[in-house]
């Protein structure tokens, strides 16, 4: 058994040159699959490779949502020794690594020894610059890290107790030239190439937007005022391969179908030939503002009258419009359904269906996105199936909704020698304070009776009721769950909670 060349080809397509590392662009379960390590090894026993021992590193790392994840590349990180802050070196590491390990590679890369001489800042996009001295075992991935960032090494000048960036106007002189360096290469030319999905092939070049020139579709719909529900559909439809290539061919022209009374005379398919060809155009640079489109669609329906509309019955209006004007039947024929004889298979009687709905409906429309869907019937009396081939054009799907909360809290034994702890945990959004703290004491081994959860906000302790749902939970609201010496509702004590803050 041995490999096709297409095959190889594939492969080689995933991998960047000389690296085994993936290219951008590729797409897990669509591009490339994670497999077991069982069916890993028989494939490698099958094919060869694997690499130079016969084994591959896999890596994972804990996401936002605290899932574990397979790192299928490396995070990319820019690094630079201050004071030197224009000569950035990027350095590949696993989000995986602690961030010991990662300040061990820093030291490495710039050649520094002393390790209780040097400390590390993050320099974040939205300016914030923080010194990272938190816990050194914490993996990178709970930094959230990503290639906007930048590790700034501050080495302490030999002979000193103090540290240069200690001094408040000198760390926000250097913010400001970061700022500054930041948003010039923001607004310099690029190297970022933009690469379509094709889902029949990969054979699609990549647009270079980096050279200033033609976008070929990349191309913005000005707002006319509640137009964005309109300009959404014409953005999906445009971004069709073979319904835009059919537009700029001019071949709609010899389908355009004038007498069709349920159509637009044509008016719909001309404009709409116009629109797609403009935001195609090699001139086009930045943006196009669909007036003509609109106002023509304005006067054959209310929907675009003005008023926000809904994004999917708009996008079908036009599909139908589209359809009805580039229909390429004349005259259409009368049809009746009959039960197929007994005996025929589904594929005969899904070919006959099929037949009979495309002599009312036939235009390239029906081409791309007519289909079919099969319905079973019982009779629960009879016991007879019925079967029927209906057609379908659209697809309503709901938009998932993720009714989980990700909560982390600080946790506070009671006694003296317990460290406070940083935990973590995912809960449901209407789950009440009572039922997260018997999750907690799950995670902590300390009954729930025993445990007493306050919010921090802006200094203030607040105890927080037990019937309060999690969801009412803020972004700003810093969880503590305390351990007292006895339960909560032995009225013969009462807990004194005592937060200590480190002053700066």
């Not at 991998?15 to 028989?42: C, F, H, M, S």
């Not at 004007?325 to 070919?351: C, F, I, M, N």
């Not at 317990?418 to 935990?423: I, L, T, V, W, Y």
Request: glycine content about 4%.
């Amino acid at each position: 058994m041995t490999l096709s060349c297409d095959f190889l080809q594939c492969v080689f397509f995933l991998l960047v040159d000389g690296k085994n590392e993936l290219r951008e662009g590729a797409i897990e379960k669509v591009d490339y699959e994670i497999i077991p390590q069982k069916l890993w090894n028989t494939l490698v026993s099958l094919f060869g490779g694997g690499g130079e021992d016969g084994e591959i590193v896999v890596r994972t790392y804990e996401n936002s949502l605290f899932e574990i994840k397979v790192e299928t590349r490396p995070l990319v990180v820019n690094c630079c020794l201050y004071p030197d802050i224009v000569k950035i070196v990027p350095i590949h590491v696993s989000r995986s690594l602690r961030i010991e390990e990662c300040a061990a590679i820093l030291m490495e890369k710039f050649d520094l020894s002393q390790k209780e001489n040097t400390r590390f800042w993050v320099f974040s996009p939205d300016g914030t610059f923080d010194l990272r001295d938190e816990d050194t075992k914490k993996p990178l991935s709970d930094l959230d890290l990503t290639i906007k960032h930048l590790i700034l090494v501050e080495q302490r000048e030999e002979g000193r107790d103090d540290w240069t960036l200690d001094d408040k106007v000198i760390r926000s002189r250097l913010v400001a030239d970061l700022k500054k360096q930041t948003e010039a290469t923001d607004a310099g030319p690029s190297d970022k190439k933009i690469v379509p999905y094709n889902l029949r092939s990969h054979s699609d070049r990549p647009r270079d937007i980096s050279s200033g020139g033609p976008t070929h579709g990349l191309v913005g719909l000005g707002n006319l005022g509640n137009t964005c529900f309109m300009n959404s559909s014409l953005q999906c439809l445009s971004n069709i391969p073979e319904l835009t290539a059919f537009f700029r061919s001019g071949n709609y022209e010899k389908d355009i179908n004038p007498h069709n009374p349920m159509g637009r005379q044509g008016d719909i398919a001309r404009i709409y030939a116009s629109l797609v060809d403009e935001l195609w155009n090699d001139d086009t640079r930045t943006s196009v503002y669909p007036n003509r489109f609109k106002s023509t669609l304005s006067r054959q329906t209310s929907l675009f009258n003005g008023a926000q509309q809904d994004a999917q019955e708009s996008l079908q209006y036009i599909v139908d419009c589209l359809h009805e004007d580039l229909s390429r039947v004349k005259k259409k024929p009368y049809t009746e359904y009959k039960d197929p004889p007994e005996g025929t298979t589904a594929q005969k009687h899904a070919d006959d269906t099929w037949a009979l709905y495309r002599g009312r409906e036939d235009s390239i429309i029906v081409d791309l996105f007519h289909g079919q869907i099969r319905s079973s019937i019982k009779c629960p009396d009879c016991k007879k199936l019925s079967v029927t081939f209906d057609p379908v054009v659209y697809y309503s799907l709901p938009l998932p909704t993720n009714n989980m909360k990700k909560l982390a809290y600080t946790f506070i034994p009671y006694e003296t020698n317990g460290r406070p702890s940083a935990e973590k945990l995912i809960i449901s959004k209407n789950s009440s304070v009572e039922e997260l703290l018997k999750k907690i004491s799950e995670q902590v081994r300390v009954n729930s009776e025993y445990l007493v959860l306050v919010t921090l906000y802006e200094h203030r302790v607040t105890h927080v009721r037990k019937d309060k749902p999690c969801d009412d939970f803020s972004d700003r609201d810093r969880i503590l769950v305390y351990q007292t010496a006895q339960p909560l509702e032995d009225r013969k004590f009462i807990p004194v909670l005592v937060y200590l803050r480190k002053l700066k």
